[in-house]
């Protein structure tokens, strides 16, 4: 790793719009914390014009997560420089020719990650229409600022779009986790309960207060499942419960285990939503018996990042511990996620605002991270991260300092 990673402020050169210089952008400058890995820096990209079915976001909000992490401090799997980020929050300022379902104005949300363009921690984001939902899909009135002044309106907005953005990454996550790794048939529509016969199985979701865990219990609710358990702190115990944990463990108790075979007996399924060599993985072997199915989120962390310590990482549960002779351990690699063309067409376009409209789907609780510039408030979020600062919620941050109005948008929405 010899360059640092950057976040990108997109050049507004090619923009369509025009817009009046923002001085403080248009310089790039690099910020000198203390770190043992390399700061985060700003770099100006080329504005990208969207192409097909792709929109340009002005990405308001994104949530950091461990995998920027372990990418600023790891280097895991980039060759820095490298754009940060995957989940964004923000409004469509240009449409591709073959956009359909996204017009100029919409607010929207989404897990974008494939590309530098799509990648989240820039001022303005290029991915096709199937990555991202409208927030009005996920019952969050827009308001036409008639009645209220234009600042409550937005701001109103704003709150829900920080909410919003905890969701595309790890919704995504969970889904095609159960659906890929675990076998689990999640239909659309819900179908009835008594249709489901797997619906009694047992299963263990282990890390259930973190964000994948708590998007993984409250989908297994929706399907009905009866007897889903989850790991968490004392703390998270009930958030897990109104997840929709039937019972909740203390993963700290030096007896979890024990006390997991003894109540439950026979566990047919395994999330590990942690990944972690000492943390879970240790346990849920010694939990797992011949016939189980257990999926790991990877990647395994086999040393966790801190101040002035270099994490490693091992990319094959099966075999960093001792599995009982039967049990089937798979890693889940949810960037592979739109290999199944229902889960490309639907998941984040129809079923994530759904789910969350309805109240299926809570959004994590936010912790707003403040800060005067965009690298700021990144590098106080990824300090919440290595320094695990973070228990049952997603450190949230406003992206852009550049609004729509300012890249020259003029709030005229196009009727397509
Ligand atoms: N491969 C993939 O496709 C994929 C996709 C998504 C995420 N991931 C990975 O999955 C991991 C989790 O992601 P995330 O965003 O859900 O993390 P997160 O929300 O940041 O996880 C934080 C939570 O983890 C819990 N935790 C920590 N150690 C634990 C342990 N030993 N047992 C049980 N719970 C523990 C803590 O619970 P308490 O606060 O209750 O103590 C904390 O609330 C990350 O490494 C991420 O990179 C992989």
Redesign the pocket.
């Known amino acids: 790793m010899n360059a640092p990673p950057i976040i990108a402020l997109t050049s507004f050169a090619s923009n369509p719009h025009p817009h009046p210089p923002i001085t403080h952008n248009v310089h790039p400058h690099r910020h000198h914390y203390y770190r043992p890995r390399r700061p985060l820096t700003t770099t100006l990209l080329q504005t990208p014009t969207p192409l097909d079915n792709e929109v340009l976001i002005n990405n308001l909000y994104t949530a950091s997560?461990?995998?920027d992490l372990?990418q600023a401090d790891g280097g895991l799997l980039v060759t820095h420089p490298q754009v940060l980020g995957d989940g964004v929050a923000g409004r469509v300022v240009a449409v591709g020719p073959t956009a359909t379902r996204l017009k100029v104005g919409d607010y929207v949300f989404g897990f974008t990650w494939r590309t530098q363009k799509e990648k989240a921690f820039q001022d303005l984001v290029c991915a096709p229409e199937f990555l991202v939902a409208r927030v009005v899909d996920a019952g969050v009135e827009e308001g036409n600022g008639e009645g209220q002044g234009k600042g409550e309106v937005q701001e109103g907005i704003n709150e829900r779009l920080k909410a919003l953005v905890t969701v595309p990454?790890?919704f995504v996550?969970a889904w095609h986790a159960l659906v890929t790794d675990l076998g689990i048939a999640l239909s659309w529509p819900i179908p009835k309960f008594d249709e489901n016969e797997d619906r009694t199985k047992t299963i263990l979701v282990?890390?259930g207060?973190?964000?994948?865990?708590q998007y993984a219990l409250q989908i297994l609710r929706a399907y009905g499942y009866q007897n889903v358990y989850a790991?968490?702190?004392k703390?998270?115990a009930e958030l897990v419960r109104e997840c929709g944990a039937k019972g909740v463990f203390d993963?700290s108790d030096p007896h979890v285990v024990e006390a997991i075979v003894k109540e439950l007996g026979t566990v047919d399924l395994v999330l590990d939503?942690?990944?972690?060599l000492s943390?879970?993985l240790a346990p849920i072997s010694r939990i797992a018996k011949a016939g189980a199915r257990v999926a790991v989120?990877?990647?395994v962390?086999v040393r966790d990042a801190a101040e002035g310590v270099k994490p490693e990482f091992a990319m094959d549960p099966s075999s960093v511990v001792r599995w009982e002779e039967g049990v089937e351990v798979r890693d889940?690699?949810?960037?592979f996620y739109l290999e199944n063309a229902m889960h490309r067409e639907m998941l984040q376009p129809v079923i994530m605002p759904e789910l969350v409209r309805r109240g299926i789907v809570k959004p994590n609780r936010q912790r707003v991270v403040e800060g005067r510039t965009m690298v700021e408030r990144a590098e106080k979020a990824l300090g919440l991260?290595r320094g695990k600062g973070?228990?049952?919620e997603?450190a949230v941050w406003k992206v852009s300092d550049v609004e729509a109005r300012d890249l020259g948008w003029d709030g005229e929405v196009d009727e397509r």
């Open positions: 997560t461990p995998l372990h990454n790890n996550s282990w890390g207060s973190g964000s994948v865990g790991t968490a702190s703390r998270n993963y939503c942690i990944g972690h943390g879970t989120m990877l990647p962390i889940v690699r949810t960037h991260l973070l228990s049952g997603r």
